[in-house]
């Protein structure tokens, strides 16, 4: 039952877009069509879901294919559900926010294009989460890849959009090969392309070293694994919001499904993988939001939360691997536990964040931080979605972000109590994912304060306005998820228990379960008592203002009273010492006026922070090959018959060689 | 029926007494500047003053600028309860609240470093700006230390971790705990912004951290602030009053201890005070950095 509602699901997503192709370009009809199957898709899948979770119900649907090894083999189990709920909320709220922001009356010339792509990429991600065989998640796979390079490219007339596209395209290639290279050896080691577990001792360790190589590299480039994240900021950014929302809610979130299906494949793991993991998890967190702080494009910097995100999620990962390594349970199931859910809350308060930033731009017809300010007067509503994103996504309580951080701090205090190098590695993780949280929360004081805090700081910014109903709601049904895991995270527990028996199946069956190991009860209660601790604080220093009567003024500026909204501090000027402090990673590029003179004439200063990786690693290795690939043009005759020599030439050398 | 007792006296003392802390400071740097200085229950009187006034608000702020304080206080509120103040017997304990404490002071400061910045005042904006890098270099170490004692107590609860614990941490591996309690009294500093990181008697905006976030905050809302200020402060000292005396048998003992200790925490604050100069804005980075380093070793030590 699950799998068919699940199929169902599936092809209406791929479908929803393609009504609207054929319909006019000025006509608002195909975009409803699509939101209406969208939905309707979405609702099945969910209630797909929920069968199986009530009733534990799977039949396989497996159904033979032409190509040689594939298969159309779906399945569900608790893994793949735990990744099918945020591609259909989040995809469901992507449709309904277009129906505001990207209307097909506003954009006639590749509104139509975005939803056909938008609805083929929902279906690809859908499918690669419940395929069982190899092939058939390639498929998967690259339908939600080449989609999702469309849609990244959806304002192709711009040069900037081309460009981030362009590198997109190549590193979500590149991250192909690398799974092919996977499946591939996977084949050569199980002799099938069926996605089932290898038995114990049925493969070496360096085969198995190879194989978690491979996936590290190839999904981990999807997950925007630092320093493999080069694509993902530009192409964050340069997307619609509601693509973003949905690349960086649940596309990067594909890479980590991919790994923890790999692993759960693979025999027990050695501890060094999740070693790397942890390391590679604690640099995309602490670095990750070290360069969200330098941005001063409110998409690039959001998309930089994004690696933080997946760092946080790796930390998780890497502890269930080291406690499935050393078969201590509490480890596997606090690890995969907040690993999972934190897929889930980075799916939803990231996505309420892209969406609530789309909903500024389209205010203000800007993505720079700096030219924005005081929305939240113009936006009360936007700006509301955008702090209950922010406390989640800095891991405060009481919202979402806070339960998943909880249980992998528990899961590394576990690690305390082990020998020497375990207390080391988890104090030094704890510490970093304390980091992380304080960076989060310099990073989002910056962006909101800049961005709806003071005084508009442009024209645009004084000229915006509330945005649509659909709009809206999407923003408001994303933090009520929020809001919903925050206090009710027991309920969830059950969901996580399945997961973690999928990902590690030799784990005891009397293996300890979430519920006894992380406080989920005391989180839903301190929740509530915060919650109304602060509205009684509210009221009660609503009720004194009233009785003793307030008066309103100007800001105090020391006696000055003619300030501009150019003097307000700027999130630049707001992140300089922090962004200072990493410098040595950030490599921000300054320019400021130099020998001034005693009486200063106009100057200018100006501060970047760009990708290190991409700008002085990638692009020089890649114009390097490029010169170098150069050099062979002189073979590039043009005439046939040149070629035809080659052709010649290659077939008499093989003939010798063998 | 015990533990209603020591409940009520948690509630009391430390709610009640908290304001107590700034007044004897305040008195200490007077008896040291050869002052008769202001009366030790000036806060107090500060404090009712404040509640009973009208207030001024700018025309640019939003609801951010009242969340600043009720959130502020909230969270310095249920922080309070949080703690171990005598023996093991704690409001609310369960585990894993050393990091709901840590994360509570976090939504502190990020509603009022946003309040801050409602305001669209540049002075405001430093301060918020200040506040928050510090906090970045405040909270790795604070965390540490409390892993370190995660690790010495065998547990992760305040109520085993500095309340009942078994281990007698300064016999079994005096030095770690040592280092944590300096890496801890810097970051006393730090949080409550005190000389050597930030005097809150300047009367300067441009070298203000803390003071200058509030600076439009008047009336009830700034009495909030005042009283939340005054909370933070009796939590970071409970913390190190707690982790230098160790729990005696009888539970209600501990409270009197506690008094001593608090004493000693607000007139050692009074000592630093008056005879350290303030730090240059550049060097507080080094000094925190300094403060994880402690925690570190700290850590470093208990490997073995």
Partial sequence: MTERLLLCAIALAAVSGMPGVALGRKSMAGQWIAAVLAIVGSGLGLAGLVFFWMFDDSQPVVIPWHLPGAEFNVAIDGLSAVFLVPIFVVTMMGQVYGLAYWKQTDYPQNGRKLRFFYGLMTAGMALLVVARNGIL???????????????????????????????????????????????????????????????????????????????????????????????????????????????????????????FRTLSLLPTPPIEWGVVIMTLGAISGVLGMAFALGQHDLKRLLAYCSIENIGIILLGLGLAVIGRSQGRADLVVLGVSGSLLHVW?????????????????????????????????????????????????????????????????????????????????????????????????????????????????????????????????????????????????????????????????????????????APLNWVTLMGGVLIAALIAGRLLLGALLRHNGSTRSVTWGCGYSAATPRVQYTSSSFAQMLVALFSWALRPQVERPKNLPLFPRAARFHSEVGDVVLDEAVLPSFSFAGWLFSRFRVFQQGNIQTYLLYIFIALIALLLWR | MDTVIHNSIHVLLAFGLAPLLLGITNKTKAAFGGRVGPPVLQLYYDLAKLFRKGSVFSTTTTWMFCAGPVVGLVTSAICVLLLPLAGGSVPISFLGDPIMLVYLLGLGRFFTASAALDTGSPFEGMGAAREVTFACLAEPPFVLGLLVLARLSNSFQLSTMLGTSPAPYWSSAGASPALVLVSWSIILLTENCRIPFDDPNTHLELTMIHEVMVLDHSGPALGMILYGAALKLFIFGALIVRLVFPPTSSGLLDWPLLAVGMLGVAIGLGIVESTMARLRLTQIPLFLVAACLLSGFGVILLLR
Avoid at chain 1, 394 to 423: H, K, R, T, W
């Fill in chain 1, 137 to 259: 998640f390639l498929f998967g796979w690259e339908m939600m890849a080449i989609s999702a390079f469309f849609l990244v490219a959806t304002e192709d007339e711009k040069p900037d959009v081309r460009e981030a596209g362009w590198i997109y395209l190549v590193a979500t290639h590149t991250a192909t090969l690398g799974l092919i290279a996977l499946f591939g050896l996977l084949h050569a080691a199980s002799g099938s392309y069926t996605l089932a577990p290898l038995a114990e001792g049925s493969i070496s360790p360096a085969m198995a070293t190879s194989l978690f190589a491979l996936a590290l590299f190839g999904f981990g480039l999807k997950a925007g694994l630092m320093p493999l994240h080069v694509w993902l900021p530009g192409a964050h950014s340069n997307a619609p919001s509601h693509v973003s929302a949905t690349m960086s809610g649940v596309i990067i979130k594909m890479g980590i499904y991919g790994l």
């Fill in chain 1, 345 to 517: 809350n980075h799916a939803f308060f990231k996505s309420l964040l892209f969406l609530s930033a789309g909903s500024v731009i389209h205010a203000t017809h800007t993505r720079e931080i700096d030219s924005m300010g005081g929305l939240a007067k113009a936006m009360p509503w936007t700006a509301l979605a955008f702090v209950v994103g922010s406390v989640a996504i800095c891991g405060l309580p009481p919202l979402n972000g806070f339960v998943s951080e909880l249980m992998i701090y528990l899961g590394m205090v576990d690690l305390l109590q082990g020998s020497s190098a375990a207390f080391g590695g988890g104090a030094l993780a704890a510490a970093a994912l304390a980091l992380i949280g304080t960076l989060a929360v310099a990073c989002f004081v910056k962006a909101y304060g800049a961005v709806f805090l003071g005084v508009a700081r442009s024209q645009s910014a004084r000229q915006a306005h509330e945005s649509g109903l659909p709009m809206l709601l999407a923003l408001g049904v994303l933090s009520a998820c929020c809001f919903a895991i925050a206090l009710g995270p027991l309920a969830l527990a059950p969901i996580f228990d399945r997961a973690v028996a999928v990902w590690a199946p030799d784990l005891p069956e009397a293996a300890p379960r979430l519920v006894t190991l």
